[in-house]
């Protein structure tokens, strides 16, 4: 596990479905160049060697390059390969329970979709950030059910009623050069997406616009 204690703001990286280890970690170094800060490694049809393989490699280039990295769902390889974090949907494993397994260390991060009461319970687990989404239509999770952006304006009053340190708030689904001004503008720390970063053309540059709108905001808020 890196020093990270913190939950960075601006864009984190989901990973795409591809089994290539090279394939990813060049496309990591190259968001990372253009200001990436977190990733998640998400492949939920990876068999268990590859899940690991993956992690792994992107636990090592991550380390070396500064950048946050979580697992999605299998906190057990997040342990494993060292990672910062993990991350839980409604159908993985129990926060409470995980928190417990993983220790106070590890950032934990959980989805929330659009539901504010389902975000003001899983404080109560230490999480590094509550995602909301999807907030736009989603190639990745195409029956996903929408977020309103009003979502991440309450999700931020929320945690900003808290004492330091705070919990981030995440936006996620079908984010793009076209929105990603709006869902900062309605609160948003973070941006978590995976097609219009890693299926760019010019991953870097993709990067690059995406982190803009964050800028002014480089203090990680957990």
């Known amino acids: 596990m890196t020093t990270h204690a913190r939950f960075p703001s601006g864009l984190y990286g989901v990973t795409p479905d591809w089994d290539d280890p090279d394939r990813l970690e060049l496309a990591v170094r190259q968001a990372a160049r253009g200001g990436m800060r977190s990733l998640q490694l998400r492949h939920k049809t990876a068999s268990p060697a590859l899940r690991l ?23 057990r390889v997040a342990l494993e390969v060292g990672a910062d974090g993990v991350h839980l949907g409604q159908h993985d494993d129990e926060p409470g329970a995980v928190r417990k397994a993983i220790g106070p260390a590890m950032l934990l991060g959980v989805s929330c979709y659009a539901d504010l009461a389902r975000a003001r319970a899983l404080l109560d687990h230490q999480v590094a950030y509550i995602a909301f989404g999807a907030m736009f239509v989603s190639p990745t999770k195409p029956l996903a059910p929408p977020a309103p952006l009003g979502v991440l304006t309450q999700g931020r009053a929320l945690v900003d009623t808290l004492g330091l340190p705070r919990p981030a708030v995440v936006a996620i689904g079908g984010i793009g050069p ?38 002014t905001h480089t203090t990680p808020v957990f």
């Open 178 to 215: 076209q929105n990603v001004q709006k869902v900062a503008d309605a609160g948003a720390h973070a941006i978590a997406v995976v097609g219009s970063l890693f299926q760019a053309p010019d991953i870097e540059a993709a990067a690059r616009v995406l982190s803009a709108p964050f800028a």
């Open 53 to 75: 393989t993956l992690a792994r490699r992107c636990q090592q280039v991550c380390h070396e390059l500064g950048v946050v990295f979580l697992v999605n769902d299998d906190w």
